[in-house]
């Protein structure tokens, strides 16, 4: 493979913006793109995913999906990782092939999640069999088992694992198990792989322990927010740091306890934006209006470091 830029920092789990009558609305993304790289300041982005309802997508619409935001991110985004997973293997090869024609910078594949794998052995030999189909792309495991099921730690995981696929660069780590990350972090001396966290409000205690950088939903609103946590923990500032850390998590806290999922995501994402995002498909359902309006006003009363 030639070299490529690290990823690391904020990587934006993007929404899939739709019409009101459910289809994908193509000519946002464009907007959506201009508005991430200049009003939040996050220019690598992971599609397809869950925020972007990946597995109520057809086949064709992801692909379009990922086209779009390939030419609408040339020359503005530094990566576009575009996830590949599906409950069977030739629906995943199939957007792999695709994924590799298109350019797209790396590939990501969640653990199928109807039929199971069961260890480490199984769940290698399916994200091998993905793998191969884009031997040029970097591979990234999607680790999300409060929505998979599948629990397979990723410590076990990573043994051996260039071996069986070159192309393997990291993982976005969407579980709360910080043991199990901590424990890959350590085993990774050399710095090959990359970790990207994947659980926003915990984002800190990650960066802590040694994560690269993250991919999430609130990065689409909250991303000049989370960029300016991620410099004071750098600098180290480390209380500044658990300032932006506490507000994230203290909206987070507030929208949970109303429910929130990636309808409500998307009724924050427009208002925060203007951009229109649309409804979920079914079976999600649109964002009430009694959240919404307590939702932004719950956003609009947070007074950040930074004065805002």
């Known amino acids: 493979m030639t070299p490529r830029k690290k990823l690391k920092g904020l990587v934006a789990a993007t929404i899939t913006p739709m019409t009101p009558d459910g289809k994908i609305n193509l000519p946002v ?39 779009e935001w390939m030419c609408q991110g040339k020359d503005k985004l530094d990566h576009v990782i575009i996830h590949v997973g599906a409950l069977n293997l030739p629906e995943c090869q199939e957007l792999a092939r695709h994924a590799a024609a298109i350019g797209a910078g790396g590939i990501a594949v969640i653990a199928p999640f109807f039929f199971k794998p069961t260890n480490k052995d199984e769940l290698v030999a399916f994200l091998q069999k993905v793998a191969l189909e884009a031997p040029e792309v970097p591979f990234y495991y999607y680790h999300i088992p409060p929505l998979t099921g599948v629990k397979i730690r990723v410590e076990e995981l990573l043994d051996g694992i260039k071996a069986q ?39 800190l205690s990650a960066l802590a322990i040694g994560a690269n ?13 989370t960029n300016l946590m ?12 658990q300032q932006y850390q506490f507000l994230t998590g203290e ?58």
């Open 29 to 67: 993304i464009r907007q959506y793109v201009d508005y991430l790289v200049n009003e939040q300041n996050v220019k690598n982005v992971f599609v397809n995913g869950t925020t972007g309802e990946g597995l109520s997508l057809s086949i064709q619409e992801r692909k379009q999906l990922a086209e």
């Open 165 to 203: 696929i070159p192309t393997f660069q990291g993982v976005k780590f969407s579980d709360t198990d910080l043991l199990d990350l901590a424990q890959c972090i350590n085993k990774n001396e050399t710095g090959e792989f990359e970790f990207l966290y994947g659980v926003d409000e915990q984002l």
């Open 213 to 225: 950088g993250a991919v999430g939903s609130t990065y689409n609103y909250l991303g000049r927010q």
């Open 230 to 241: 991620l410099q004071a923990f750098a600098k180290p500032d480390f209380a500044l740091a």
């Open 251 to 308: 909206f987070l806290n507030f929208v949970i306890k109303l429910g929130f999922g990636v309808a409500q995501t998307k009724a924050v994402m427009t208002f925060v934006s203007g951009i229109p995002m649309g409804p979920p498909r079914l079976p999600l359902v649109d964002a009430s209006s009694e959240f919404i309006a307590k939702a932004k006003a719950k956003l609009d009363s947070i007074v950040w470091p930074n004065g805002d």
